[in-house]
């Protein structure tokens, strides 16, 4: 073998690959297994975010196959919406950042970057690259089924999807809102925007307090609250205005702060300008809170912001801690200037909700927990955050809500502010998640854009599918399920259409284009019929008909055969491709999917197909950072995959991205890491080349020692340990077991003189095949394996229970252990032994150890049970004085075990003087001298009166 290459050997590997087409299934008598990632979208390369979903997503493809199913692991391109036509706009106007990050970052040769000024030249350019980027770093994917979504036969797809969701009635039309910029008088979209990118459109609850006539309106997430009003925070140094409303039949003046009539403005509402109030004049009144008919004043807050909400705020003492301690910061202010002379010590707290964790003032509570000093400590926010998931999750309204009593406070805000609106004392007010900046400078705002098209994801039979599609289905990580169901609940109506950008028009109102979200929901089984398309099949030939036959088995195939001008033969086999693929078995996707595609896509599903087609599990990861930076396509930094597998390989790119982070723990890519991988493997394929030069492999199972026992039986808890974890997704805990683990377990084998490793490693490389599979291959092949038994299709291991040896894994801990525990020794003490003397426990503490393990397996491990127990035994009677503190740490030393250390002490029959007497060479090769063992019963030669220390599994030990 020559030394590790990871370019030439995955070049190679690649090549095999593609030429024998291992992964282009078709169905056969196997269980097959449909796994997708979302296609990536194209105005950039991919990056290491993207680096990591998919090579969790291969994983699982490459483990599902070596298990024997018949594995369809797909990929298309996105590039619907605006992105791609604002960067394409950029490229043309030559903006300074985007030519510097697409060159830089994104490395695009500065000869082409200039040319990429149409928004189908960046289709093209991309697509190309994108697919090279995959197949460099060896996903088993499927290329027959690619597509990018500006295809004309996907265009036709879509506006079948769309005809489809109008004829149900999911589709209607009213107002949106939307990102504007009013300088430019435009959408904003992600490149049109400076800061704020992430921020999302909010709808909040406006609440309408009443003074004379006059509205004071208060937005708020949070309606179910206004039960517990005490007061309104004004600030006495913002400018308010007094402005006169009308939207449908109400006609009303309100008073707001000026940059909240600025933004009312862009809201479905008529708005006339009054004129300018004095913020003091309407402090120290008293309003009605629209709820219960109380009157309650109105309060000088410095906290109180113009450019939020209506720049007037409810206060809610009892739950909220910001309220709380802000009114109790004003119990000895002096509010004169106010016409404020009562005590506000008077104003009586209102508690309205019942959580589990708190009592009667849940603000209270929690500032008294968290220590908080006053509403400027840091620590309010804790507070706050705390209060808030707790009341969400858990809270329940009380008696004092009247008919709202014993409702959730997660399913109320929907109910009550459907109440408020309809009695006229609520509205909706949209306001962003976080300040959003347009490129020019501009603040943006929320405009509701008129006779917009809607997906309408607020009906509650719809939504009540979803919630059905995910009690069946397998969430990964499973606690994740809680925010699925709350992300339905809080979702609602979602614009499905705008006027720019690509995509496919709107079939039934064609001034639109399908948003591009909205065209990504159902794509998984375009999958099956775009292998299809290569052989003639032309868009026009797409009837809607065809996808009624193929995808929902509606019609019949002469019907379809006629209208479609396609042969019966190939419409049948369209329909028993679905019949075979359909439903998705796993969707493996980012965790910032969860609020929008990933709902989207089940709530097209349950709509569209029936049950047995909806999908069946979805896993989730994190995100992924560079150097402790967070990494953007436009404005960098970012590391692409193809650059990460040219400075370092495939294998060692897909290694260390899986090992960095679990689930949906966030990773961050460190130069220094990925070296550290580079060396591991690196050092993997030389120890292999060894192993395999040495072509040892004893075939007689009498033959093994007990380190050869130790080995396979260890063998057998990785193979168990890493299949639990590939199940669940846990491919980090998957890679430590197969890969870092395993070899620790090699390094302690090896070191014990075992030569089995021939053997081993024909498990081992097939263990490793899906993380590492161009290396694996490789070895394989060096094995003597034909490239027409490749790795990737051998069986995976499986764990074997006849393999596991306990008596052989005690021994090996007590071994290692104890040969810890002397080299220890002699390190401290800075002995040159000559000979060094173990003492075993006497047979009654072995006696007492193995009864306490078998207490303990059955739950019953006590101490005073146990002493009873081995009382009982008249042999036990002479260590009466000894038993009642032994017992008392060997029950503390086996309740602190953990399973496996438990199952290896429990299935032990050996002596230890066995053990020891066995390995006796071995301890004399490590120590360079001499080694005896006694055991502590049999008067051995003691001459420090070592022996009375032995405890089981812990020799007493004597070095001279």
């Known amino acids: 073998m020559e030394d590790y290459n990871p370019q030439k050997v995955e070049e190679k590997w690649q090549k095999i690959w593609s030429e024998k087409r291992f992964f282009e299934p078709e169905p056969d008598d196997r269980e097959k297994y449909f796994i997708t990632i979302p296609y990536p979208y194209l105005n950039g390369n991919l990056h290491a975010g ?30 619907t919406g605006t992105p791609i036509v604002g960067l ?61 979504t500006t295809d004309d036969p996907y265009k036709k797809f879509i506006e079948w999807q769309y005809n489809l969701l109008y004829e149900k009635n999911l589709i209607v039309k009213g107002s949106h809102p939307v990102k504007w910029c009013p300088n430019d008088n435009n959408p904003v979209e992600d490149h049109d925007i400076l800061k704020g990118e992430d921020a999302t459109i909010v709808d909040y609850s406006l609440i309408k307090f009443s003074y004379n006539g006059i509205i004071l309106p208060c937005a708020t997430l949070r309606p179910e609250t206004t039960f517990g009003v005490t007061n309104l925070w004004i600030n006495p140094d913002v400018e308010y205005v007094k402005a006169r409303v009308k939207r449908d039949d109400l006609d009303e003046i309100w008073v707001v702060s000026k940059d909240a009539y600025f933004k009312l403005t862009f809201t479905d509402r008529e708005v006339e300008l009054i004129g300018e109030v004095d913020a003091k004049d ?96 840091p620590k309010a926010e804790d507070a706050t955050k705390v209060v808030y998931r707790r009341e969400f999750h858990g809270g329940v309204l009380k008696e004092n809500t009247g008919k709202y009593s014993g409702m959730p406070v997660s399913k109320i805000k929907n109910v009550l502010t459907r ?20 490129r020019c400078g501009t603040p943006c705002v929320v405009n509701m854009v008129k006779g917009q098209w809607f997906l309408n994801y607020s009906n509650p039979t719809w939504k009540d599918k979803v919630y059905r599609c995910i009690e069946k289905m397998d969430i990964i990580p499973e606690e994740l399920r809680v925010e699925f169901n709350n992300k339905v609940d809080w979702l609602k109506d979602k614009a499905c259409a705008r006027k720019k950008g690509l995509g496919t028009r709107l079939p039934f109102d064609q001034d639109w284009l399908i948003e591009s979200l909205g065209d990504s929901t159902i794509y998984m089984s375009y ?31 002469a019907d379809v055969a006629e209208k479609s001008g396609i042969d019966t033969a190939t419409i049948e086999e369209m329909r028993k491709d679905f019949e075979y693929w359909y439903p998705v078995d796993l969707r493996s996707s980012g965790k910032d999917l969860i609020p929008n595609h990933l709902l989207f896509f089940l709530f097209h599903h349950v709509a569209i197909f029936e049950e047995d087609k909806w999908p069946r599990s979805i896993a989730i990861n994190g995100f992924v950072s560079l150097e402790g930076q967070k990494m953007s396509k436009s404005k960098g930094p970012l590391l692409t995959l193809r650059e990460a597998v040219e ?79 590939l199940k669940s997704i846990r491919t980090r805990q998957a890679l430590q077991n197969a890969f870092f683990l395993l070899l620790n377990d090699v390094k302690w084998y090896q070191r014990r003189g075992g030569k089995n490793m021939y053997c081993i ?200």
């Open 50 to 79: 993207h680096t990591r979903t998919f090579t969790i997503g291969d994983v699982v493809a490459r483990y599902k196959r070596m298990q024997g199913y018949n594995v369809l692991y797909p990929m298309g391109f996105h590039v």
């Open 647 to 725: 400075k370092y390989g495939a294998d060692i790119t897909r290694m260390y991205i899986l090992s960095t982070a679990e689930q949906t723990q966030d990773a961050d890519w460190k130069n220094e890491g990925v070296e550290t991988a580079r060396r591991q493997i690196d050092r993997f394929y030389s120890f292999v080349k060894d192993v395999i030069e040495s072509g040892v492999c004893p075939t007689d199972a009498n033959d093994y020692t007990t380190v050869d026992r130790w080995m396979l039986s260890r063998l057998q808890y990785r193979i168990q340990q890493t299949n639990e974890a």
């Open 88 to 148: 394409a706009e950029l490229i043309q106007n030559r903006d300074p950042q985007t030519m510097e990050v697409y060159s830089k970052f994104h490395r695009i040769p500065e000869d082409i970057l200039p040319t990429l000024d149409d928004p189908q030249k960046i289709v093209d350019y991309f697509s190309v690259e994108s697919e090279k980027a995959m197949r460099s770093i060896g996903y088993s994917i499927d290329w027959r089924r690619k597509f990018t």
């Open 527 to 557: 999958y099956i019929i775009a292998k299809f398309l290569a052989n003639g099949i032309t868009s026009e030939q797409l009837v809607p008909e065809l996808f009624d036959y193929v995808l929902l088995g509606k019609g019949s195939v």
């Open 761 to 960: 490693l024909d498990t081992w490389v097939r263990l490793m095949a899906p993380f590492t599979p161009h290396l694996c291959e490789e070895i394989w092949a060096e094995m003597g394996h034909d490239v027409d038994d490749p790795i990737s299709l051998a069986p995976y291991p499986e764990y074997d229970e006849s393999l596991v040896d306990n008596n052989a894994e005690a021994a090996e801990e007590l071994i290692d252990s104890t040969l810890s525990d002397v080299e220890e020794i002699i390190k401290v003490t800075g002995i040159s032994p000559s000979r060094v003397i173990l003492y075993t426990a006497a047979a009654w503490k072995t006696e007492a150890f193995n009864k306490a393990l078998a207490m303990h397996a059955e739950g019953k491990l006590n101490p005073g049970v146990l002493i009873k127990e081995l009382m009982k035994n008249p042999e036990m009677k002479r260590y009466g004085k000894e038993i009642p503190k032994f017992v008392k740490k060997l029950v503390e030393d086996i309740k602190a075990m953990n399973d496996e250390k438990f199952r290896i002490m429990s299935g032990f029959t050996l002596t230890e003087k066995e053990v020891f007497d066995e390995a006796n060479g071995f301890f004399e090769k490590e120590l360079g001298c001499k080694l005896e063992v006694f055991n502590e019963g049999d008067n051995p030669y003691d001459p420090e009166n070592k022996a009375r220390f032995a405890i089981p599994f812990r020799p007493a030990i004597y070095i001279e």
């Open 419 to 438: 109440d408020l609106v309809s009695e006229g004392v609520g509205e909706i007010f949209y306001e962003f998640s976080e300040p959003v900046i347009c």
């Open 282 to 377: 309407f402090i120290g009144i008293k309003v009605t809170n629209p709820l219960t008919k109380d009157n309650v004043i109105t309060l000088p807050a410095s906290f109180v912001r113009g450019d939020n909400g209506s720049g007037i705020v409810m206060s809610v003492p009892a739950h909220a801690p910001y309220d709380y301690l802000a009114l109790k910061d004003l119990y000895d202010a002096d509010l004169s200037e106010y016409g404020i002379t009562e005590d506000l010590r008077d104003i009586k707290l209102i508690s309205l909700i019942q959580v589990p964790e708190f009592g009667e003032f849940p603000a209270i509570e929690a500032v008294e927990e968290f220590g908080v000093v006053d509403q400027n400590d």
